[in-house]
């Protein structure tokens, strides 16, 4: 019968290689970002992995962006509207 292994105080924090998926422009451009930043595709991944983890995961892309304007437009600030009534 196996047993569970005791917690070790210090684990060593050994640099590891993983797959991600990316399109075929977007690994085209890193591995040129890469190449004028003097270092590798692996490299510069995991620098940018590693930053955006320490920087608590924040969100990118088109969720960030503000809603849409609305067709309509917006109502009236002015006195004369609200006196007058609407439609009237």
Same mark, same amino acid.
């Given at each position: ?30 591995? +040129?970002?890469a190449?004028?930043?003097?270092t ?6 995991? %620098?940018? #992995?590693?930053?955006?983890?320490? *920087? ?6 088109? +969720? ?13 600030? %002015?006195? #004369?509207?609200?006196?007058?009534? *609407?439609?009237?």
């Amino acid at each position: 019968m196996s047993h569970i292994p005791p917690r070790k105080d210090q684990v060593e924090d050994k640099e590891r290689r993983f797959y991600v998926c990316a399109p075929s422009s977007i690994y085209l451009q890193l591995q +040129q970002e890469a190449i004028q930043r003097g270092t590798d595709l692996w490299t510069l991944g995991g %620098s940018v #992995l590693t930053a955006w983890l320490e *920087a608590g995961c924040p969100t990118f892309g088109t +969720q960030d962006q503000p809603p849409e304007k609305s067709s309509s437009p917006p109502p009236s600030s %002015s006195p #004369l509207a609200h006196e007058q009534g *609407a439609g009237q």
